[in-house]
């Protein structure tokens, strides 16, 4: 198994400009997730997903938007970046099974925003 | 709300001795508690985890951790460091919510190891 993997590792984005992060799991993991994390803090959710079609908002979710189409895929979309989301972004996935779980994290994606 | 709290920001420790790092949370219910580790440029690895039974959990790479109800704590040990244990550790707290167990980081604890 691959496990989480996440594209691009580094991006660089004007302000303005739009970028979806991919993130994929092949562990056939029914919950996802996305974080962030800024420089000397811990990480903080943005958007998390329990299933397919069905996506909730985290602690940090303004300015950036999610899909969840299959259980596989789980991309957060910025839509119009700023210098406040440059940051490096963890997707993670785990797997539900009674009241026990462990989240999974991808490698991270790197984005600066200039 | 819920909070976690790592209050060694930056550790350095020279070869083979003890570590221990703190972690304390304030949640009102049931908690899971986790260690992870990142190594630079990486992504998180889980070290070990805490969901009910023995308060004293042990983890990959010789780590161990033990869950005290009373001081909300969850603190780090690893009885002699290695050169390869330099990285920065992060304490978690999943809380479960509404349709997810998320969870709830501390700021990180970097360690430093001298040869």
């Known amino acids: 198994n691959a496990g989480v993997t996440q594209t691009p590792k580094f991006r660089i984005l004007k302000i303005g400009q739009s970028m979806t992060l991919q993130c994929a799991q092949d562990m056939n993991h029914n919950y996802m997730y996305w974080y962030r994390q800024d420089p000397g803090m811990g990480l903080k959710l943005i958007y998390y997903?329990?299933?397919?079609?069905?996506?909730d908002k985290g602690e940090v979710p303004n300015g950036y938007n999610v899909s969840r189409s299959t259980t596989e895929d789980f991309p957060l979309r910025l839509e119009l970046a700023a210098p406040s989301q440059t940051s490096v972004y963890f997707c993670?996935?785990?797997?539900?099974?009674?009241?026990?779980?462990?989240?999974?994290f991808g490698p991270g994606t790197r984005l600066l925003v200039l | 709300a819920q909070s976690v709290s790592q209050h060694n920001h930056h550790v350095i420790l020279s070869e083979a001795a003890s570590l221990e790092l703190g972690c304390n949370y304030s949640y009102g219910g049931t908690v899971n508690l986790f260690w992870y580790v990142q190594s630079p440029g990486q992504g998180l690895q889980l070290l070990l985890k805490?969901?009910?039974?023995?308060?004293l959990v042990q983890g990959i790479k010789g780590f161990e951790a033990e869950f005290m109800r009373s001081q909300s704590s969850f603190n780090l040990r690893k009885p002699s460091v290695h050169w390869s244990d330099a990285a920065e550790y992060f304490c978690a707290v999943g809380a479960r919510q509404t349709g997810a167990n998320n969870l709830f980081f501390g700021t990180g604890t970097r360690l430093t190891v001298i040869p």
């Open positions: 805490y969901f009910s039974g023995d308060t």
């Open positions: 993670a996935s785990s797997l539900i099974d009674r009241a026990y779980e462990t989240q999974y």
């Open positions: 997903s329990v299933g397919a079609g069905i996506t």
